[in-house]
């Protein structure tokens, strides 16, 4: 609908880390050391967000073939929230 209406640059921004999400955390509360990544988070929740973020990029791949004149980029929301993590337990 935004290139219709004549958009020409388009930023899509990927889903972040909500495996990484206090409030999912607690709702989602597991006691299997393994359900968690070296950050604490979710693995599954994770893992869910990266295929969408996938399909997402894969989407936004199709349309760029369908309008070449388009600049189409993704934005990964989930690196910057991954690096900031990190950063923090490393201290």
Do not use: W
Not at 21 to 43: E, Q, S, V, W
């Amino acid at each position: 609908e935004l290139i219709n209406m004549g958009a020409r640059h388009i930023i899509i921004p990927g889903n972040a880390l909500i495996g990484c999400f206090p409030y999912i955390l607690t709702a989602l509360r597991n006691n299997h050391p393994d359900a968690y990544d070296n950050m604490g988070c979710l693995k599954s929740v994770n893992d869910l967000i990266a295929y969408k973020n996938d399909n997402l990029q894969a989407a936004m791949r199709n349309l760029s073939r369908e309008f070449p004149d388009v600049s189409i980029m993704y934005g990964p929301m989930d690196e910057g929230m991954r690096q900031v993590i990190t950063e923090t337990l490393a201290g």
